[in-house]
């Protein structure tokens, strides 16, 4: 089992962008699973993955990356068990450390093959959210395999250079990509780079 996580804050296009890779999966054969992690006590975005046909399990009421840790584990298990799944999607709160999920199925689910974390950026947002929760987007950053700068359509070009920069700047070793997981551009080369 191989286990993708979509990080970015809240806004970013996370359960846009997991709808386009889930139907590339499944449209190369593969068997997923989706799990969606929800601050509060209603799912809404769980729903909206489920309408599309995908198994879904939530978890309410906190942060897998913190509160909810014990919950992650026996979700993943439990989804591994009755699903068997090739991949599982796991979507977190936009508020979540996705190093700290890294290091939690790591260290506690030894059937997972692969893991890999997607990090979305906002283009639009960008410089409001690294001067707001710098600390937050940095971390998301830092963990990442893949970063990509989502909803370039929204932006200038010398905005998005920009963005670009400062986001390789944070990043690592991550790959940066632009893309609009609304019009779909890129999509492809961000499908090719996390699946």
């Known amino acids: 089992m191989n286990v993708l996580c979509i990080a970015g804050f809240l806004g970013s296009g996370k ?4 709808l386009e890779v889930a139907r590339a999966m499944t449209e190369e054969g593969l068997k997923l699973a989706v799990i969606e992690n929800e601050i509060g006590e209603v799912g809404i975005d769980g729903g909206y993955v489920r309408e599309q046909g ?3 399990q939530e978890l309410f009421g906190g942060c897998i990356c913190c509160t909810l840790q014990s919950g992650l584990v026996e979700t993943l298990l439990a989804v591994e ?3 068997e799944p090739d991949w599982v999607i796991i979507e977190p ?3 979540a450390a996705p190093g700290d999920i890294l290091g939690l199925v790591v260290d506690h689910c030894p059937s997972v093959d692969t893991i890999r974390v997607l ?3 906002d283009a639009p947002r960008w410089e409001m959210l690294l001067e707001v929760v710098e600390p937050l987007v940095t971390a998301q950053l830092a963990a990442a395999d893949v970063v990509a700068v989502n909803k370039v359509d929204e932006v200038d070009d010398e905005t998005l250079a920009a963005v670009t920069e400062s986001v390789r700047s944070l ?3 991550a790959t940066v990509l632009a893309v609009s997981a609304g019009t779909g551009a890129g999509m492809k080369r961000l499908l090719g780079a996390v699946v």
């Not at 359960?15 to 997991?18: A, E, K, M, Q, Y």
């Open 119 to 121: 990090t979305l950026v």
């Open 54 to 56: 995908l198994p879904v």
């Open 93 to 95: 709160t936009g508020l």
């Open 81 to 83: 068990s009755a699903y």
């Open 15 to 18: 359960t846009t962008v997991l």
């Open 171 to 173: 990043a690592g070793k």
